[in-house]
């Protein structure tokens, strides 16, 4: 198993929207003149991951309204047994300057058809509140599939109904789907497709209002549709138009009266689209969007109406395709916020991650530790609490003092990468 750091990349590069807005947005991805920012410290999972008993840690940063300056935003630990998460600990940071912070961690029981749920919280990672107990099942027929979510209450000491979603199954695929409410004990919405033959003429839902009256609809019309929305939705109609491959080409949206209020155009290059541009009633350029796509790394950007960027962001996938990272920036090329994947830890693969010429000493500890050994190359570390929170990271070597005597008394785990190897282990902090 090999874990990888991304490289840093530069951005840079010119954008002009041309005398043709979709040959424009087709022809040119490149960044905003003057932009150029380095991104770092996104992992990757190791290719070829088996699902064991796996340990995924995510980190999150963001500037906050009144500041500059990337701050602790999310962090979350979650277990993975078997491709399916058991535990799972988070930790948000809020306020006008990141000073808040507040704990969460969940549990999950796996049933046969679901899984049950046990939620609490915490302003301080010590002290737990029980927050509650939640199932959830969906049950796979011939004809008929059906989704039920129960909570707990504790009072009775019994699950109760929370939810449950009927999917009725037809010739064609999905024929209707039905909502039931618990508190007013009936079916409170349905959709329904209807289909002359293998063609689907229109989707309509109902509101059940003392009997079935439709909430709205979308009717096709051959290479287009109109949406009417219906009930008391204050929304106006809307034409979606799609080309011979199924692609929605155009949205055009109507006010209330009747009259076209925006539309928009979207490209496509292959099977996703490239960039989409906005237009107001009259026809004037309102922005757009463009998107660029590779095996690892996918670039969206936005323009307002005088053609200057607005925003920007970089999603990055492994070759498995799992999403890893995001980095969104400002319009002037300021890191807005990123998160990823900071540490894996897979027990299947125990040997990947001892390094044998590499341990971890001393433990317990009073303010410092060293990760001992013969190791050349430099080792890159995290350390997290026991509820997940990246507390300390940084580079070091083999009998280099680390110093932890920031921490207060209690359990760690430190993860580390030495060379294509990830070593985990847990220390005391006396």
Not at 122 to 151: A, C, E, P, Q
Request: aromatic share 16%; glycine share 8%; hydrophobic share 35%.
């Amino acid at each position: 198993m090999q874990i990888k750091l991304l490289i840093t990349l530069c951005l840079s590069g010119t954008f002009a929207i041309g005398q043709t807005i979709s040959q424009g947005l087709l022809s040119t991805y490149d960044s905003p003149q003057g932009i150029n920012k380095e991104i770092k410290s996104i992992h990757t999972l190791p290719e070829g991951v088996q699902w064991g008993d796996t340990i995924v840690g995510y980190c999150a940063y963001r500037i906050p309204n009144n500041g500059t300056t990337l701050l602790p935003w999310w962090f979350e630990s979650a277990t993975y047994v078997n491709g399916q998460i058991t535990e799972d600990y988070q930790s948000y940071y809020y306020g006008s300057n990141m000073s808040n912070v507040s704990y969460f961690k969940m549990f999950n029981t796996y049933i046969p058809d679901g899984v049950e749920t046990e939620t609490f919280e915490s302003s301080d990672s010590l002290n737990w509140i029980y927050t509650g107990k939640f199932k959830s099942r969906s049950v796979i027929g011939f004809s008929v599939d059906s989704s039920i979510s129960y909570n707990w209450n504790a009072g009775m000491n019994k699950y109760i109904l929370n939810g449950l979603t009927v999917t009725y199954k037809g010739s064609y695929g999905v024929d209707s789907v039905k909502e039931y409410d618990p508190l007013t004990q009936i079916f409170i919405n349905k959709t329904v497709n209807y289909r002359t033959n293998s063609t689907l003429d229109s989707i309509i839902t109902y509101y059940n209002n003392s009997g079935w009256e439709p909430w709205d609809r979308n009717i096709y019309y051959g290479n287009y549709s109109i949406y009417y929305p219906g009930g008391t939705i204050n929304w106006a109609a809307s034409k979606i138009y799609w080309d011979a491959l199924g692609n929605a080409t155009s949205i055009v949206n109507y006010n209330l009266s009747g009259v076209k209020a925006d539309s928009s155009f979207s490209y496509y290059t292959g099977s996703r689209s490239d960039s989409t541009a906005r237009f107001d009633g009259a026809g004037i350029f309102t922005g757009a969007d463009g998107a660029r796509y590779s095996n690892t790394l996918h670039r969206f950007y936005s323009w307002d109406a005088n053609s200057v960027v607005a925003s920007y962001q970089y999603s990055y996938f492994n070759l498995q395709g799992d999403i890893i990272g995001s980095v969104s920036f400002t319009s002037s090329g300021q890191i807005r916020n990123k998160w990823g994947i900071c540490a894996v830890y897979n027990s299947l693969d125990a040997a990947d991650y001892l390094a044998p010429n590499v341990r971890l000493s001393p433990n317990p500890t009073f303010g410092t530790i060293m990760l001992a050994g013969s190791f050349e190359k430099p080792i890159d570390y995290i350390i997290f609490d026991c509820s997940g929170r990246e507390l300390l990271f940084g580079s070091t070597y083999a009998n280099e003092l680390i110093d932890v005597s920031s921490l207060q008394s209690g359990t760690y785990s430190i993860v580390s990468s030495i060379g294509e190897t990830l070593l985990k282990e847990r220390f005391i902090k006396l």
